[in-house]
């Protein structure tokens, strides 16, 4: 009967439901598109974005039902033009940062290519825990982003 115990007792922990979030890995070409058929207005950019002194690290309470919070940030980088990322950014984005349970987007680190909603006087840029709007800055994703913002193939690759 001993051995019965920690069987059971292991079964019984096997028993319980996983609990885990699966996001599909975002593309340039998605993430575009997605913002297209938006009525908002996006700004395509390239840079970092940088949280402002005082800021919070994450949202508080529960850790298993978090609430979604919203970072102050500066961005520094360029924005999009028909010649490419080559026009000067430095501007104030706010960042929302969006939870789903335990889970919860976060500030982009490193330098990442952007699309930064316009609302009325200022910046924002949405992340929840699987985010689209902010890709690192890799060849592929800036190539990617220039094409979809020159009215070139934009099609997701399969």
């Given at each position: 009967?001993?051995?019965?115990?920690?069987?059971?007792?292991?079964?019984?922990?096997?028993?319980?439901?996983?609990?885990?979030?699966?996001?599909?890995?975002?593309?340039?070409?998605?993430?575009?598109?997605?913002?297209?058929?938006?009525?908002?207005?996006?700004?395509?950019?390239?840079?970092?974005?940088?949280?402002?002194?005082?800021?919070?690290?994450?949202?508080?309470?529960?850790?298993?039902?978090?609430?979604?919070?919203?970072?102050?940030?500066?961005?520094?980088?360029?924005?999009?033009?028909?010649?490419?990322?080559?026009?000067?950014?430095?501007?104030?984005?706010?960042?929302?940062?969006?939870?789903?349970?335990?889970?919860?987007?976060?500030?982009?680190e490193g330098?990442?290519?952007?699309?930064?909603?316009?609302?009325?006087?200022?910046?924002?840029?949405?992340?929840?825990?699987?985010?689209?709007?902010?890709?690192?800055?890799?060849?592929?994703?800036?190539?990617?982003?220039?094409?979809?913002?020159?009215?070139?193939?934009?099609?997701?690759?399969e």
């Amino acid at each position: 009967m001993f051995r019965a115990i920690p069987a059971a007792l292991a079964a019984a922990l096997l028993a319980q439901p996983a609990a885990a979030l699966s996001c599909l890995a975002p593309t340039m070409q998605g993430s575009f598109q997605a913002a297209s058929d938006s009525e908002a207005t996006y700004v395509l950019a390239r840079g970092i974005f940088a949280p402002l002194p005082d800021q919070p690290e994450g949202p508080e309470g529960d850790p298993n039902d978090k609430q979604d919070y919203s970072v102050e940030t500066l961005f520094t980088g360029q924005v999009a033009s028909a010649q490419g990322f080559v026009q000067p950014a430095r501007t104030a984005v706010t960042i929302e940062i969006g939870c789903e349970a335990a889970w919860c987007g976060a500030v982009p680190e490193g330098e990442v290519v952007a699309l930064i909603e316009r609302r009325e006087d200022r910046f924002v840029l949405e992340q929840g825990p699987c985010p689209r709007f902010a890709l690192t800055a890799t060849d592929e994703v800036v190539n990617a982003a220039l094409a979809c913002a020159r009215g070139e193939a934009c099609e997701a690759p399969e």
